[in-house]
């Protein structure tokens, strides 16, 4: 299905390997599209370091509050670009009061105050919206969620953490070295049942765990793009995030051409391909013809397989899903279990979902629609819910008979939204399993929470399969198995929702607008710089990876996204319930080392009291903080909170073995956290103390090697680590203590 290669290659612009290249890979490389797009929105005038500017940015409602006012107390004057508000995100957190109401009147204000665009609840899925209304050829997009991908309609997508986005506003540029580019050949062409899932789960399962694309630009080519209908070529690019690749590119064709121009939108239509011979940093192929239904099993899109070889031995897979479920959910509530869905004639799913930006388009209803004409699901039956991308794509589907026959088929069609997506809708119930067209199935996103003994579990599949699943009962099945006649319907595409219902202000703010500002809503605290010198207590020692959904995990977590406090109280609830309160307990003694005094906790002082002794500095030389470390972080969403809410609750550093994405580590620097890497892991225990001479000359250095002087009761020892490379710009910010600080003092 997949066929990986590593090294570099030279390609002819039809995917083909060029055996005899008469350019030099330097040459080579700038006849690709990426290079072309990037050239054309890079300010530094260098191509190996880029100072970016982007045509338009997205911001979500879980973290549009926050980006906005990071911008407000940065000095930011109006939107520079159109920036859309989007509120697809939060509108069912189910946390009672005026909380996400008062989020989106803020988030209006805002976009008439600085010229922005605000898409209402219930409208439309972010992604969805800047595909059909904002994405055009050579375009670059920037958004403050992971899943920001356009690269199917010609548009580089790119997800950041929020302090990307409000550099943008405040006319600053984004800032990373060339990232290096992979050539995705598509050849052949999908069976019938095979979905744009299935074939993004086939890639993610040999790419993510390897690194292969990691922080990298996806350029997707080959004879199989032409087989690929726009909508399915939109499926497989949104899940490219979960291959950790940065961004995407895809030839454009008359496909393309033709979806601009139902959209309104002929002029963004540019003929888009490499320029001729091409040098690639590495390869993927895939051949569309044997690409199988797919599954990913909990808790990671990665854990990715066929249908056919779960099926071959599912008590296998089903045992090591129900043991990580057990190590997951600890000591909390009764063992979680999953092995007594599997029955005489197969696995058994309790519920079935398809929803947002990867599930949710017309394409999908349509074929889920053919495979359940004529069943009828009974109410003990699994639950089938679906969320349509947009309300064009559901009008649509209402228009051409797609929701009458799911409806009466006992599908549920709700609102487009992203709340199946992470966790805080339709949730199951504890120890059901739940299968999923969306784009994660990490821990907490089908809703579970297992530091409250709450746990459930959730399988990724193509809607296609999903429908087949429902049809037969509950009975895992793929798609491929059934005899279907598939229609093919084209979408069309109706505006008028977006004309009559969408606040489009772009260009055109208005500084004597009032901002309304509801009680949750509250400024970012004090966020101090550095001193000469850093202490750091161990709040949080972990083995393996943590992500971002277990920093601050996703679903009711996030309704207090416009509360820097209160968000900050969900920090590492599901992995570590007791991180808050060490985190605390250090937040405050570090109040007292920066005033001159020394911490009320006995260790803190002693440790304190050690570290002034051994630099010979004053207390208030120092500043006293917390860390967590583990072998990986930040793998997962974009949303800046996981690293603020660290920030917030006194957090001053990191120590990994590799950050797993670029926009976590960006997040990092942004709220003035010290990324800190390490060749190998020293295995610090909750509790240790970790002492950084002169770190004000180690934040300005270029990637030095900084000495950990670590102890504890047992003894001391000196372990090494490094910032990696960053710009002077971002050393700055680091050194201010976070971003606002860095721009209040121009």
Not at 281 to 308: F, G, K, Q, W
Not at 615 to 622: A, Q, S, W, Y
């Amino acid at each position: 299905m997949v066929t990986l290669h590593e090294n570099g290659i030279f390609l002819n612009p039809d995917g083909t390997i060029c055996e005899n290249p008469t350019l030099s890979e330097a040459e080579a490389r700038k006849n690709g599209m990426a290079w072309r797009i990037l050239e054309a929105h890079n300010h530094s005038g260098d191509m190996e370091h880029l100072r970016l500017m982007f045509d338009a940015l997205v911001s979500p409602d879980n973290n549009y509050v926050s980006i906005l006012q990071t911008a407000r107390a940065s000095g930011m004057k109006k939107f520079p670009v159109p920036y859309v508000l989007s509120n697809c995100h939060n509108t069912l957190c189910g946390v009672g009061g005026t909380i996400n109401e008062d989020d989106h009147m803020f988030g209006l204000d805002n976009a008439k105050k600085y010229g922005g665009i605000f898409v209402p609840r219930y409208r439309a899925v972010l992604h969805q919206y800047m595909r059909e209304m904002m994405a055009g050829c050579g375009k670059m997009i920037l958004g403050s969620d992971s899943h920001t991908r356009y690269g199917a309609v010609g548009t580089m997508g790119i997800g950041e953490g929020g302090g990307e986005i409000a550099k943008q506003l405040l006319g600053r540029t984004y800032d990373l070295n060339r990232p290096p580019v992979v050539a995705v050949v598509l050849t052949g062409k999908p069976q019938p049942g095979v979905g744009p899932m299935d074939v993004a789960l086939a890639m993610i399962a040999k790419t993510f765990k390897n690194g292969f694309n990691k922080n990298k630009i996806l350029e997707v080519l080959g004879p199989g793009v032409a087989n690929l209908s726009m909508e399915y070529r939109m499926g497989i690019d949104v899940m490219t995030t979960e291959s950790a690749a940065l961004s995407s590119i895809w030839v454009t064709d008359d496909k393309t051409r033709i979806w601009l121009e139902k959209h309104g939108r002929p002029e963004e239509y540019h003929p888009m391909a490499p320029s001729g011979v091409t040098y690639y940093d590495s390869m993927i192929e895939i051949d569309l013809d044997t690409v199988e239904c797919m599954m990913a099993l909990p808790y990671h899109p990665s854990n990715a397989l066929p249908i056919r070889e779960f099926k071959a031995d599912p008590a296998k897979y089903l045992a090591a899903v129900e043991a990580e479920g057990n190590k997951i959910k600890g000591e909390h509530g009764k063992p979680f279990h999953i092995m007594d869905k599997l029955k005489e004639d197969g696995l058994h799913v309790d519920q079935a979902l398809v929803s947002g930006c990867a599930g949710g388009m017309f394409e999908n209803l349509s074929a889920m629609a053919d495979i359940l004409d004529c069943c009828a699901l009974p109410g003990n039956g699994p639950f089938l819910g679906i969320n349509p991308a947009s309300q064009p794509v559901y009008l649509d589907a209402i228009r051409k008979g797609v929701a009458d026959t799911l409806t009466l088929a006992g599908a549920v069609i709700r609102a487009s939204m992203c709340g199946p997506c992470f966790g805080v809708s339709d949730i199951p119930a504890d120890n059901q399993l739940s299968i999923r067209h969306v784009t994660r199935n990490y821990p907490n996103r089908e809703g579970s929470k297992p530091g409250n003994g709450q746990m459930a579990a959730a399988i990724l599949m193509d809607a296609r399969s999903i429908a087949a699943t429902v049809r037969n009962g509950g009975v895992l099945t793929a798609a491929t198995k059934l005899d279907v006649n598939y229609i093919e319907r084209e979408h069309d595409f109706d505006p008028t929702i977006y004309q009559n219902q969408v606040y489009d202000n772009a260009g055109k703010p208005d500084e004597t607008v009032e901002l309304r500002m509801g009680p949750n809503i509250a400024s970012w605290p004090e966020m101090y710089p550095y001193a000469k010198h850093l202490l750091l207590l161990v709040a949080g020692a972990y083995e393996g990876s943590v992500t971002t959904d277990e920093l601050v995990p996703s679903g009711d977590a996030t309704a207090y996204r416009s509360n820097p406090e209160k968000i900050s109280d969900y920090t590492m609830i599901s992995r570590d319930p007791g991180y808050r309160a060490r985190a605390k307990a250090v937040r405050a003694d570090s109040s007292l080392v920066r005033s001159g005094k020394l911490p009320e906790d006995p260790a803190a002082a002693c440790a304190v009291s050690k570290a002034i002794a051994l630099l010979g500095c004053k207390p208030e030389e120092l500043t006293y903080g917390s860390i967590i470390t583990s072998d990986a972080i930040g793998d997962g969403s974009s949303r800046e909170q996981a690293a603020s809410s660290q920030k917030v609750l006194g957090g001053y550093a990191n120590l990994a073995c590799e950050y797993s994405t670029k926009r976590y580590r960006s997040n990092l620097i942004n709220w003035g956290i010290l990324p800190l890497l390490t060749a190998e892991n020293p295995h610090l225990q909750v509790g240790d103390f970790v002492l950084i001479e002169n770190v004000r000359d180690a934040i300005a250095a270029d990637n030095t090697e900084i000495t950990l002087h670590i102890w504890n009761d047992a003894g001391e020892r000196v372990h090494t680590a490094t910032l990696g490379g960053m710009t002077k710009e971002e050393k700055e910010i680091l050194a201010s203590g976070c971003l606002i600080n860095y721009y209040r003092a121009e």
